[in-house]
């Protein structure tokens, strides 16, 4: 995305993954997660989200 000129969020550490948060030419709001994790887990964090295996059924 630096090469090409798109503006993007830094690399952010989401709850278990890396997170990159962009915008489309709509000003829509687009997050791109990796697969791999990165071994530390803040889905108790305050500020951090839950793991949809965490979230209550509802």
Known sequence: MDREGV???PVIDAS???LVVLKDPEGHEIHLMTRE???FDQTG???YGRTVAETPAG
């Open 7 to 9: 503006p993007h969020s």
């Open 16 to 18: 278990v993954a890396w």
């Open 37 to 39: 994790r990165h071994g």
């Open 45 to 47: 964090r305050a500020g």
